[in-house]
């Protein structure tokens, strides 16, 4: 299944029952789900039996968050933001303003080249890089003049090839209590530019003369005339 949410509020949901899982949503099987520009908000798993992921529950097929597209202020006895079981769990930078994700570009992982010197090795490495960019052919060959595809890779673009060249962050299989993306340190500026989204300092300190005294500042405040700001 293929499942799209775009502009979308999942808000105040709950799970409940003998088994709940999941309060926002729960993905499983082969199901292909993207958030675009959506956020899942104050939803809860609560049971007095089992009651795990507050946000989503994924357990198999793959979950893409675009432009911007959150978890935040979930609540569940395990993993208040999110459980993975199983599945691949994405967020695609650019993320919110102000808000940041360690991530890594989306390449293709290719074994080693020849160890023998020659014309071979030579070659490999010639195109290693460009081999990078490329996706295996649809029965799973290398292109021309790359080597075979590595058996782990760093995001699962041969589900969703559009994902290469494109900067992400590949969620831990594990119960997650943090909202998802994380806010960007007080006294640091956020920024929408994603090369500024890659750690908790965002776009760096607070320009001189102003100050950013919470989380997630996007707009700096003046200091008043006269007066020392933090």
């Known amino acids: 299944c293929v499942v799209t949410l775009m502009n979308c509020a999942v808000t105040n949901c709950v799970a409940e029952g003998d088994y709940a899982y999941g ?17 899942v908000t104050n939803c809860v798993a ?89 996706p295996d052919y649809i029965n799973g060959s290398a292109p021309w003049g790359c080597q075979p595809s590595s058996a782990v890779q760093p995001c699962p673009w041969g589900n969703d090839q559009s994902l290469l060249l494109k900067r992400i962050y590949f969620v831990p299989a594990e119960p997650l209590d943090e909202d998802l993306p994380f806010a960007c340190a007080p006294g640091y500026l956020g920024s929408p530019a994603e090369l500024e989204q890659a750690g908790p300092f965002c776009a760096g300190p607070c320009p001189g003369g102003t100050f950013c005294p919470t989380a997630a500042t996007t707009t700096p405040i003046v200091c008043p005339a006269g007066q020392a700001c933090p």
């Open 46 to 134: 609560d049971s007095d039996d089992v009651a795990e992921a507050g946000g989503l529950h994924l357990d198999g097929g793959i979950v893409i968050f675009r432009n911007g597209s959150s978890i935040r202020n979930c609540t569940a006895p395990v993993g208040k933001t999110l459980s993975i079981v199983a599945g691949v769990v994405i967020f695609m930078f650019p993320t919110l303003a102000g808000y940041w994700l360690p991530q890594v570009e989306c390449r293709v992982y290719r074994e080693s080249c020849p160890a023998e010197e020659g014309v071979e090795k030579q070659r490999c490495q010639d195109l290693r890089d460009n081999c990078s960019r490329l």
């Open 23 to 39: 309060g926002g949503f729960s993905a499983r099987t082969f199901c292909s789900v993207t958030l675009t520009n959506s956020a």
